[in-house]
């Protein structure tokens, strides 16, 4: 158990973590057969809210105060910006092979070292700018622009990697000065808020069935959360980061496994160079810091 309490158990919680948001994708994509990306993502962000809400309240500290921030608008900022990350994404999970829009994403790190030039006031070297370039080389490896015509939803996993970019920047500002349980539930309230002046506009009837899967999501995005908290309870942050993208790993395996999608060459390739980007920039940062 002492092991399990180190390195070893916050690496495992991280895969499992990692893991369980993969398969949140999968079913995003096999619902996006009867319903669009905004919508799966307004059923996910409110069955997270609704069992935020049930924990929250089996708490002592009473709801009103948990909610107590001294940044009101960037705790309904950041939530946005996840909606959007989730929402984008689904779109292109929705036309794209799982892996494939899975890689694509995970070019946010990148966008987080060019949004904190003019968010964070950081200065950004030569080193870290090669980085950038190379991680979107990675991108025109994986979606082969010349060949047989570029589909509109290889956008969908760059947009939602600058939202996240956005969000991750947003986190930093409020680590300051709030309380982690104060953003979670401004995290998974303000979804819901923001999803729900969404889906109007994308609205297709549901079937008992949706409702069911919605919350399947729902308890998978929130054994996701607590799995990343367990992680980084049991670990530092500087280890765990290059096991994020064993991401890569799940969603390779239930793209195959759900949906018979076998990865190209071209994506391993563009993968590899995008993950090698994504992990220089993250060194970098750590030595500069």
Same mark, same amino acid.
């Given at each position: 158990?002492?092991?399990?309490?180190?390195?070893?158990?916050? &690496?495992?919680?991280?895969?499992?973590?990692?893991? =369980?948001?993969?398969? @949140?994708?999968?079913?995003?994509?096999?619902?996006?057969?009867?319903?669009?990306?905004? +919508?799966?993502?307004?059923?996910?962000?409110?069955?997270?809210? *609704?069992?935020?809400?049930?924990?929250?309240?089996?708490?002592?500290?009473?709801?009103?105060?948990?909610?107590?921030?001294?940044?009101?608008?960037? +705790?309904?900022?950041?939530?946005?910006?996840?909606?959007?990350?989730?929402?984008?994404?689904?779109?292109?999970?929705?036309?794209?092979?799982?892996?494939?829009?899975?890689?694509?994403?995970?070019?946010?790190? =990148?966008?987080?070292?060019?949004?904190?030039?003019?968010?964070?006031?950081?200065?950004?070297?030569?080193?870290?700018?090669?980085?950038?370039?190379?991680?979107?080389?990675?991108?025109?490896?994986?979606?082969?622009?010349?060949?047989?015509?570029?589909?509109?939803?290889?956008?969908?996993?760059? @947009?939602?990697?600058?939202?996240?970019?956005?969000?991750?920047?947003?986190?930093?500002?409020?680590?300051?000065?709030?309380?982690?349980?104060?953003?979670?539930?401004?995290?998974?309230?303000?979804?819901? &808020?923001?999803?729900?002046?969404?889906?109007?506009?994308? %609205?297709?009837?549901?079937?008992?069935?949706?409702?069911?899967?919605?919350?399947?999501?729902? =308890?998978?995005?929130?054994?996701?959360?607590?799995?990343?908290?367990?992680?980084?309870?049991?670990?530092?942050?500087?280890?765990?980061?290059?096991?994020?993208?064993?991401?890569? *790993? %799940?969603?390779?395996?239930?793209?195959?496994?759900?949906?018979?999608?076998?990865?190209?060459?071209?994506?391993?390739?563009?993968?590899?160079?995008?993950?090698?980007?994504? =992990?220089?920039?993250?060194?970098?940062?750590?030595?500069?810091?």
């Amino acid at each position: 158990m002492s092991t399990m309490r180190g390195p070893l158990g916050g &690496v495992l919680f991280l895969v499992a973590s990692n893991g =369980l948001t993969a398969s @949140v994708d999968s079913v995003a994509k096999h619902l996006s057969r009867d319903l669009h990306g905004v +919508q799966i993502a307004w059923g996910y962000a409110v069955a997270i809210a *609704v069992a935020l809400l049930a924990w929250s309240i089996a708490r002592p500290t009473p709801l009103r105060q948990a909610l107590a921030t001294r940044r009101p608008a960037l +705790q309904l900022a950041r939530p946005a910006m996840l909606m959007l990350t989730i929402s984008t994404l689904f779109v292109g999970i929705a036309h794209l092979p799982l892996a494939d829009a899975v890689a694509i994403s995970f070019t946010a790190p =990148l966008f987080i070292t060019v949004l904190s030039i003019p968010l964070l006031g950081e200065r950004v070297g030569v080193h870290r700018w090669l980085a950038v370039v190379a991680g979107l080389v990675g991108v025109v490896v994986i979606v082969r622009p010349g060949e047989a015509g570029l589909h509109w939803a290889v956008s969908m996993p760059l @947009v939602s990697a600058v939202f996240f970019a956005l969000f991750q920047i947003m986190t930093r500002q409020l680590a300051a000065t709030e309380k982690t349980t104060t953003t979670l539930l401004y995290t998974g309230f303000g979804g819901a &808020v923001w999803g729900s002046m969404l889906v109007p506009f994308f %609205w297709s009837p549901l079937a008992p069935g949706h409702l069911l899967v919605f919350a399947l999501t729902g =308890l998978l995005g929130v054994a996701a959360h607590l799995c990343m908290i367990k992680a980084y309870e049991f670990t530092q942050a500087s280890l765990l980061a290059p096991f994020n993208y064993v991401k890569l *790993v %799940w969603a390779s395996l239930l793209g195959f496994a759900a949906f018979g999608e076998i990865p190209g060459t071209h994506v391993t390739v563009g993968a590899a160079i995008i993950v090698a980007s994504g =992990l220089y920039v993250l060194q970098r940062e750590r030595r500069a810091r």
